[in-house]
């Protein structure tokens, strides 16, 4: 899974504010959705057409969404579901902005999948529909709400504003055929690229694994996560902690990729560059990515997927109601499927996708687990037991342009 952050966006304010009055008069009966009973809801669905944008630089993503959701939604709910690519979240909130600064209230999105940063953009702007979420029978019996995983998006409180599509662990993959015992701290890296010179880099922020990997290196040279989970204008000396990752980044620079010089300007490109064998370790957000691309022929058969001791970064995605979605039945209905056991079975499968459910475990029956328990995740993948026990709470927001200035400033020009 790949969602990008957003920027700069909070400067059109003024400019929404100026025609909220405008906004306020479109409600419509649609309103009356987040109180029906789901059998109406169901009923106004029949025949809805339902655009969700998302970002559409995963095959396997596409894939899954245009061949097996897609025919389920039409042939069990009566609904169209058309796939929108976009290049990056950004793109879809911008949109948005756009939408609601031109008065439009019938709208082109009816289901937008973002998080993180783009997430609080678009609540700050009043860009979603409203608290739907108690109203999907699927999130009402397989998620557990108050879970701090489904309560927060990167810090930011959900309020019913977005539903639990999946989950994402950052990992690290390599070659096992290469390098037997790769290395599992930030400490074992260092000393791992300078015995490899030019088989380690990663992508150039703001990509959003490269950003990803840049946090991990945070937790782990600044003394762990607990530091960080209050907002980052609440820490005075917030400039000092994060130095040590600025040396360490730094430290281990020359012996990158070519010198450090350049970085992958994306994720894809940093795993061309190890499908090709030019450098021994790429990662991912995607604890899945390992095993689909060894089904593509793309990487080597012994290709494995790790953590670090010290655990590594997990966030959830999500999927929600732009304020001025035009066919809302349609996506509410959409949305519940999507979170169906089956829906998210299918989902799990390194063959379709391989990302790991957003449902808890111990809410499905025992028909239900077993499906899922029987999902082959191939050698490449770890299991979803190691991965829970090992995850790392995400930075909120507020950190992330942050840190991505500060590399810009303090590694990308020294």
């Known amino acids: ?142 998620i557990d709400a108050d879970a701090p995983e489904v309560s927060q998006d990167f810090g930011e409180p959900v309020e019913g504003l977005e539903a639990p599509w999946g989950k994402a662990q950052f990992v690290f993959v390599h070659d096992e055929s290469k390098h037997e015992t790769p290395p599992k701290s930030m400490a074992e890296l260092a000393d791992w690229v300078q015995e490899h010179p030019g088989q380690f880099t990663y992508p150039a922020p703001p990509d959003f694994t490269g950003s990803a990997f840049v946090r991990q290196v945070l937790y782990e040279t600044t003394g762990g996560h607990e530091q960080y989970q209050q907002p980052a204008a609440e820490i005075e000396d917030l400039e000092q902690r994060l130095e040590p990752m600025w040396q360490y980044l730094n430290s281990i620079e020359p012996y990158l990729w070519r010198e450090g010089e350049t970085y992958p300007e994306s994720l894809a490109k940093q795993d061309q560059l190890f499908a090709s064998g030019e450098i021994g370790m790429t990662m991912s957000y995607d604890p899945a990515l390992a095993a689909s691309e060894v089904l593509k022929g793309r990487f080597p058969e012994s290709t494995r997927t790790y953590l670090l001791d010290g655990g590594t970064l997990a966030n959830t995605h999500f999927l929600s109601i732009p304020f001025n979605a035009s066919d809302k039945a349609g996506a509410l209905v959409a949305i519940n499927e999507l979170m169906s056991p089956e829906a998210q079975t299918a989902k799990l499968s390194p063959e379709n996708w391989g990302d790991l459910t957003a449902l808890e475990l111990e809410k499905l029956s025992p028909e239900q687990q077993q499906a899922m328990n029987e999902v082959n995740l191939g050698e490449a993948t770890l299991s979803i037991e190691e991965l829970e026990q090992n995850r790392l709470p995400e930075l909120s927001s507020d950190y992330i342009d942050i840190i991505e200035k500060g590399w810009t400033e303090h590694v990308a020009k020294e």
């Not at 990008?4 to 008069?25: D, F, K, M, N, R």
């Not at 911008?94 to 609601?100: G, H, M, T």
Request: glycine share 8%; charged share 20%; net charge negative.
């Open 1 to 142: 899974m790949k969602i990008y952050p957003i920027t700069a966006v909070s400067v059109l304010a003024l400019a929404l504010s100026a025609c909220s009055s405008e906004q306020a008069g479109s409600a419509t009966d649609a309103e009356s959705l987040l109180t029906d009973d789901w059998s109406v809801i169901q009923e106004a669905a029949q025949g809805q057409e339902v655009n969700m944008y998302m970002w559409g630089g995963n095959d396997n993503i596409n894939t899954y969404l245009d061949k097996w959701v897609a025919p389920r939604m039409k042939e069990q709910h009566g609904i169209e579901l058309t796939r929108v690519p976009m290049n990056d979240a950004q793109d879809i909130i911008n949109q948005l902005l756009d939408e609601k600064t031109a008065g439009k209230s019938d709208g082109s999105m009816d289901i937008i999948w973002i998080n993180g940063e783009n997430f609080k953009a678009a609540k700050d702007n009043d860009l979603l529909w409203g608290d739907f979420t108690g109203q999907l029978p699927n999130f009402n019996d397989y």
